[in-house]
């Protein structure tokens, strides 16, 4: 039995419902009082992949800091995979996602020099007040190097599974094709033993 680690940032700005994804994705439900998270928060969910695979994905859920659309290279450090995420009824959260994606490709790269894996999501598409376009989205997604593009609802748990096993299998592809004498993405990803994390910790 293999076992791989996944660290998958969750980026994108305030109010998109990032929190609220990971909590439904790893605890199966949606809080519409889910309160507003301070600093990074750490969720962990073991997925059974196949008969031979495990994988235990450590979830970064930003909070606080989506106002400076820049997270430090500690944040990234070690990152296999990111969600980049917007809500369909801001059009201000959907052109950040270009900051969000530039941000991230400057500070991870993958050991082979690659972009690290990353899924763009158009969150709250249960609203009728939608603004951003499946054309516009496609378009910007293709532009920006995404590997994928879905519509997902948290409130309404459309896409959510779907998007984050879409990511994982990306993950696993691209990871099965890099070098494997070179230390793994998972190395270094435990924010209990990183001291710089430990000091920013609590600090917003
Ligand atoms: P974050 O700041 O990106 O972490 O966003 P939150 O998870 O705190 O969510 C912000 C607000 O959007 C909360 O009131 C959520 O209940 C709401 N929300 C999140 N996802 C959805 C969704 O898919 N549909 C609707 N209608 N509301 C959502
Ligand atoms: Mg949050």
């Not at 909070?63 to 917007?86: D, H, L, N, P």
């Not at 293709?142 to 896409?159: I, L």
């Amino acid at each position: 039995m293999t076992e791989h680690l996944l660290k998958i940032l969750v980026v994108g700005d305030g109010n998109v419902g990032k929190s609220s994804f990971v909590h439904r994705y790893v605890n199966g439900q949606f809080n519409k009082m889910y309160k507003m998270t301070v600093g990074v928060d750490f969720s962990v969910k073991l997925l059974h992949w196949s008969d031979k695979e495990k994988v235990r994905l450590q979830l970064w859920d930003i909070a606080g800091q989506e106002r400076f659309i820049s997270m430090t290279r500690i944040y990234y450090k070690g990152a296999s995979g990111c969600v980049v995420m917007f809500d369909v009824t801001s059009s201000s959260s959907f052109l950040s996602c270009r900051h969000w994606k530039q941000d991230l490709d400057n500070k991870a790269m993958l050991h082979n020099g690659d972009s690290v894996p990353c899924i763009l999501l158009a969150n709250k598409c249960d609203l009728a007040q939608r603004v951003v376009s499946a054309d516009s989205i496609d378009k910007f997604s293709k532009a920006n190097g995404f590997v994928a593009w879905m519509e997902t609802s948290v409130k309404e748990n459309k896409n959510i599974e779907e998007a984050m096993r879409r990511l994982v299998q990306e993950i696993l592809t691209v990871q099965s094709n890099l070098d494997p004498r070179q230390p793994g993405p998972q190395d270094n990803v435990s924010p209990e033993l990183d001291s710089e994390y430990n000091s920013r910790k609590g600090c917003c």
